[in-house]
């Protein structure tokens, strides 16, 4: 299958039948998209650690719950900054993921981005795909795609994002969405 549309900027929803603990439940931001694969972070697994104990100078900086988030199994030690921008305008340091939702580059420290954003969530590890694994597991009717709202990443309650996306879709996604249980062996 050859996917006619990137899908960077697009949310990645695990299906019902996705069992992959590392992706089970997820909402998937998808950052970078090309032939040679694909990029994104898990946004609905906050961990239990603050940020402070990672990146002291950040706290201030980030949104509630002010955790560090787990997202994804790939290369856990590094950290992955997802921001808003306060507006349209190009912020020097972060690379343009969709509208005002990019990745800002923690090397330039937090003054460098005062006034510049509104929200800012930062990611331990990232979940990769390789050449034409994310097509397949598409085919496979493993992911949902769904647009991605600006307020996605950043919500106040990130853990019930998988419930929040899939029912705003409306109609079958929605009853899915409050009928299925957390775990299908329950059901």
Partial sequence: MVLRRRLSGQLLVAGPGLEDPNFRRTVV???EHADEGALGVVLDRPSQTPVGEILEDWVDAVSPPGLIHIGGPVSSGAVVAV???LSEDQVPGMST???RVGVIDLHQGPEDYLGRLDALRLFAGFASWGEGQIEGELEEEAWWVFDAEPDDPFGPEPAHLWRT???RQ????RRLASLLPDHLDLN
């Fill in 170 to 173: 409306g109609g079958t996604y």
């Fill in 29 to 31: 931001l998808i950052l």
């Fill in 165 to 167: 996306v899939v029912g």
């Fill in 83 to 85: 921001a808003r921008s």
């Fill in 97 to 99: 993921v969709t509208g």
